[in-house]
């Protein structure tokens, strides 16, 4: 899949990972998760005592921002030694030397990431390093990436630009069963306040509900197979 450009945005708990991951090993091609590249900031701010808190309360008031712990958070992302791997089967993310692949996944990340991803300057490191692993990979063997601004800001021009949607209780389910590793009545319901919440500060930096001109749209409510054959079957029209 040589030169292929596949990019999928979507909310969390749409299932895009998996279903970026499997595609991409089936295409032979690279994958990259750029959520990674926000928890791994979000990580290394909250190691360093950056107060996430703060900017996080400035910013959800209208005009305000604490420019101090932005700015903070800016020369982090600037200088920070980050990694993450590209191979489908063995996603990782190392930064400073230590395998956070696991850490950025707590909640705790989930609960302080949009503090980070809200601020415009880390968004032009990150996507600067996003663009350059993308064309990286593509010229190797081809790329699935995902995130929430991929068919919008980071990569317009791929051949295949995807949104994926899926029914709100199954997501709210996926979640559930990603955090509380149930997804029963009460799970849901705990899980409702933090995907409710992290979409509305998300959609703050990114339009990821409603699809952009000539980007298709995926449903991914169905089974993990299903999917993977629709996205397949976009990738394919494009090789
Ligand atoms: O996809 P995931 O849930 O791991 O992303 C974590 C966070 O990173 C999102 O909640 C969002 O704040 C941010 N993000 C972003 N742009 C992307 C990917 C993720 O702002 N392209």
């Given at each position: 899949?040589?030169?292929?450009?596949?990019?999928?945005?979507?909310p969390s708990g749409s299932g895009?990972?998996?279903?970026?991951?499997?595609?991409?090993?089936?295409?032979?091609?690279?994958?990259?998760?750029?959520?990674?590249?926000?928890?791994?900031?979000?990580?290394?701010?909250?190691?360093?005592?950056?107060?996430?808190?703060?900017?996080?309360?400035?910013?959800?008031?209208?005009?305000?921002?604490?420019?101090?712990?932005?700015?903070?958070?800016?020369?982090?992302?600037?200088?920070?030694?980050?990694?993450?791997?590209?191979?489908?089967?063995?996603?990782?993310?190392?930064?400073?030397?230590?395998?956070?692949?696991?850490?950025?996944?707590?909640?705790?990340?989930?609960?302080?990431?949009?503090?980070?991803?809200?601020?415009?300057?880390?968004?032009?490191?990150?996507?600067?390093?996003?663009?350059?692993?993308?064309?990286?990979?593509?010229?190797?063997?081809?790329?699935?990436?995902?995130?929430?601004?991929?068919?919008?800001?980071?990569?317009?021009?791929?051949?295949?630009?995807?949104?994926?949607?899926v029914d709100e209780q199954r997501r709210l389910a996926r979640r559930a069963l990603e955090l509380h590793?149930t997804s029963d009545e009460a799970a849901v319901e705990r899980t409702r306040d933090e995907v409710v919440?992290r979409d509305?500060?998300?959609?703050?930096?990114?339009?990821?509900?409603?699809?952009?001109?000539?980007?298709?749209?995926?449903?991914?409510?169905?089974?993990?197979?299903?999917?993977?054959?629709?996205?397949?079957?976009?990738?394919?029209?494009?090789?």
């Amino acid at each position: 899949a040589r030169g292929l450009v596949v990019v999928v945005d979507g909310p969390s708990g749409s299932g895009k990972s998996t279903l970026c991951r499997r595609t991409a090993a089936a295409l032979g091609a690279g994958y990259l998760d750029t959520g990674a590249y926000y928890r791994a900031v979000c990580w290394a701010a909250l190691e360093d005592g950056v107060d996430l808190a703060a900017a996080a309360a400035a910013s959800s008031t209208p005009g305000g921002r604490d420019h101090g712990s932005d700015e903070a958070v800016a020369s982090l992302a600037r200088g920070l030694d980050l990694r993450v791997g590209t191979d489908p089967e063995r996603p990782y993310v190392i930064v400073r030397g230590t395998d956070v692949t696991a850490a950025i996944r707590e909640s705790r990340i989930s609960a302080a990431v949009s503090a980070v991803a809200t601020n415009l300057e880390v968004r032009a490191e990150l996507i600067a390093r996003q663009r350059a692993a993308i064309a990286v990979q593509a010229a190797e063997r081809g790329v699935v990436a995902e995130g929430r601004d991929l068919t919008t800001v980071v990569a317009p021009d791929a051949a295949v630009r995807v949104l994926v949607v899926v029914d709100e209780q199954r997501r709210l389910a996926r979640r559930a069963l990603e955090l509380h590793g149930t997804s029963d009545e009460a799970a849901v319901e705990r899980t409702r306040d933090e995907v409710v919440r992290r979409d509305r500060d998300d959609s703050t930096v990114a339009s990821f509900t409603e699809a952009a001109d000539g980007v298709a749209v995926l449903d991914n409510s169905g089974t993990l197979e299903e999917g993977v054959e629709a996205l397949l079957a976009l990738a394919a029209a494009a090789l």
